[in-house]
């Protein structure tokens, strides 16, 4: 079956960057749409970014478009996350989500949308 695993947390500085990977295994990753979810202290899981299966289409979070960028790597079937000027408010388990998107090229931000789920990675982010 799908998994996905995450690496690259781990305690950065504000003002510092995080790069965070998701290494993809047991799928024909151009069929999957991705995404990054985050899960602060005390909050509710939200949408960091996401991306449709072909890439061309992607979507990021008010609070971090300016910040972080989403790209992936067909080469290497992983999903990666650049995390540039980071901000205590970073502060999270990030988790690695895949959707299987055949037909489309859609990049929905709803967590019930994705079926594969990594098991996340904590950055926790000092002020």
């Known amino acids: 079956q799908v998994q996905l695993v995450e690496s690259g947390g781990g305690l950065g500085q504000a003002g510092g960057s995080l790069t965070l990977s998701c290494k993809a295994s047991d799928l024909i990753f151009s069929l999957y749409g991705m995404a990054w979810f985050r899960q602060g202290p005390g909050k509710e899981r939200e949408i960091v970014a996401a991306i449709s299966r072909s890439g061309l289409n992607s979507h990021s979070a008010d609070s971090v478009k300016d910040r972080f960028t989403l790209s992936r790597d067909s080469t290497e079937n992983t999903l990666y996350l650049q995390m540039n000027n980071l901000k205590p408010e970073d502060t999270a388990v990030y988790y690695c989500?895949?959707?299987?998107?055949?037909?489309?090229?859609?990049?929905?931000?709803?967590?019930?949308?994705?079926?594969?789920w990594g098991q996340g990675t904590q950055v926790t982010v000092s002020s």
């Open positions: 989500a895949a959707r299987f998107d055949p037909l489309g090229d859609s990049v929905p931000l709803e967590d019930y949308n994705y079926r594969y």
